[in-house]
């Protein structure tokens, strides 16, 4: 059962970042799907694999286009991105000893960045 469905609440109001952010989800269920499966290991570094290609294509996306409005408010909106990218960066460190562990970690961590980033951050943005 998945952890979390999208929907147009998730919505910020541009389709092609939407759409993006809907994959987030994807790879969180998918890794909330494996935590008491045997694959955990595996699923865990397919998991920090897809985030580190998610964020070099989706956060490139963002960037490009707080560039291309001029937005005022682009350096603190990159700095969560860095943010971001250190902790996945973390998290694939330490996964090398504990991956269920690391599960659950990068589980919470996807979650907080959706509602703390996608929907108050990347929603301004859109805004
Ligand atoms: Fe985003
Ligand atoms: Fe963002």
Request: a negative charge; proline letters at 2%.
């Amino acid at each position: 059962m998945p952890l979390l469905i999208w929907s147009d609440d998730y919505c910020i109001g541009i389709p092609e970042l939407d759409a993006q952010h809907e994959q987030l989800l994807v790879i969180l269920n998918r890794l909330y799907d494996s935590i008491s499966g045997e694959r955990v290991s595996r699923i865990v570094s397919d998991a920090i694999d897809e985030l580190n290609s998610y964020t070099g294509t989706h956060f490139s996306a963002e960037e490009a286009y707080m560039q291309e409005i001029g937005y005022g408010h682009a350096e603190s909106h990159i700095a969560e991105h860095d943010c971001f990218r250190t902790n996945v960066n973390d998290l694939a460190r330490l996964s090398e000893n504990d991956r269920s562990k690391i599960s659950n970690d990068l589980i919470e961590f996807l979650w907080e960045w959706l509602l703390n980033h996608i929907l108050v951050v990347d929603r301004k943005l859109a805004a």
